[in-house]
């Protein structure tokens, strides 16, 4: 379409044309770009909190997890939800809660999920050092663009074989996970009391296994094939972990994933299994 319009115009500017809608390149900016200012101390502390969260903010954290443990590089790493450009993908209508979310809902979310712990003051100065950190590595990315590399690249295979994955977990995991998947001194826990609860991304086989498929083995990332990586998925997702009360009250308007493993009441048909 802006092709077409160009070519009216006449114009014949190789310059693709920005703005909503457009990928633009992966390109984290670099620690020089941070000023030595009271902003850029603010940018550092909120990397901090961000890198080390369960110790800066132990009363909101209930899993022995980081923020940059699902996001890692400090949310740099592209195909690992990077925190690359977020700030400019926000506010943003969100399923899950039928609502608009605030790039400060949206760190909220994770930390009542993915860290089983409990939001923070949107107000507070801590919640202003983390949005200061993501709005820097959103530098110079347009309002509503898609950055190269953003989320995760979903898999396109069928349901896992949790069998299959409970070897598949001894054989590439346990090393570093533990064979009981409650973490080691190498790497966060997988399930149990310290994991994310139930209603975190990851709690969702789909979302795992793309993770796993292309970030895990930590060591030798892309070895397991697209099956192998829904697999252990499936085995690690059917593991316990902390509940999330409430959940039942995700999706109200519908719009839930398949792989959403609670009843809500928008879809009140038993989950499959994984
Ligand atoms: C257990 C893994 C896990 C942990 C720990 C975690 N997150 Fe997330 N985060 C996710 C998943 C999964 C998504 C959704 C990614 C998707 O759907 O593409 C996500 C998405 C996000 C997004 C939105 C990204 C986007 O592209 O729109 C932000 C911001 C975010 N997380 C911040 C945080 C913060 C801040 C913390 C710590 C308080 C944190 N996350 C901890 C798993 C995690
Ligand atoms: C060499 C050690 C190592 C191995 C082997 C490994 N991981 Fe990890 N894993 C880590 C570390 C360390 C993190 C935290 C993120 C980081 O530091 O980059 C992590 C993070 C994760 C996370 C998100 C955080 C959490 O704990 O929920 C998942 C999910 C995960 N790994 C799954 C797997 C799976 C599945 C395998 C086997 C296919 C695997 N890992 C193998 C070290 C490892």
């Known amino acids: ?55 800066s903010l132990p009363t909101h954290v209930g899993a022995a997890l980081q923020c940059v443990s699902c996001h890692p590089q400090d949310g740099r790493q592209a195909g690992a939800m990077p925190w690359v450009g977020v700030y400019a993908r926000y506010p943003q209508y ?17 930390f009542q999920r993915s860290m089983n712990g409990t939001a923070l003051d949107p107000a507070s100065g801590e919640m202003r050092d983390i ?31 949790s069998a299959a994955g409970a070897a598949l977990f001894q054989a590439n995991c346990a090393r570093c996970h533990g064979p009981g998947g409650a973490g080691t001194v190498a790497a966060p826990p997988l399930w149990g009391d310290s994991s994310f609860n139930i209603g975190a991304g990851m709690a969702r086989a789909r979302t795992a296994a793309a993770f796993i498929r292309r970030n895990m083995p930590l060591d030798r990332p892309g070895t397991l094939t697209d099956q192998q990586a829904a697999d252990v998925a499936a085995y690690i997702t059917s593991q316990p972990r902390p509940d999330f009360p409430g959940k039942e009250h995700d999706w109200p308007a519908g719009g839930a994933p398949p792989d959403v493993p609670y009843r809500l009441l928008s879809r009140p048909t038993a989950p499959p299994g994984n």
Request: include cysteine.
């Open 94 to 110: 969100r399923s899950r809660s039928a609502s608009m979310s605030l790039i400060e809902d949206r760190v909220n979310d994770c």
């Open 131 to 161: 949005v200061a950190y993501l709005a820097f590595l959103s530098r110079g990315v347009p309002v509503g663009a898609r950055v190269a590399g953003q989320g995760l690249v979903p898999l396109r295979v069928g349901r896992g074989d």
């Open 1 to 55: 379409m802006p092709l077409a319009l160009a070519g009216l115009a006449g114009c014949t500017s190789p310059v693709p044309a920005r703005g909503a809608g457009d990928t633009v390149a992966f390109a984290p900016p670099s620690d020089s770009l941070i000023p030595s200012d009271a902003a850029g101390r603010s940018i550092r502390r909120g990397r901090a909190l961000l890198a080390h969260t369960r110790d």
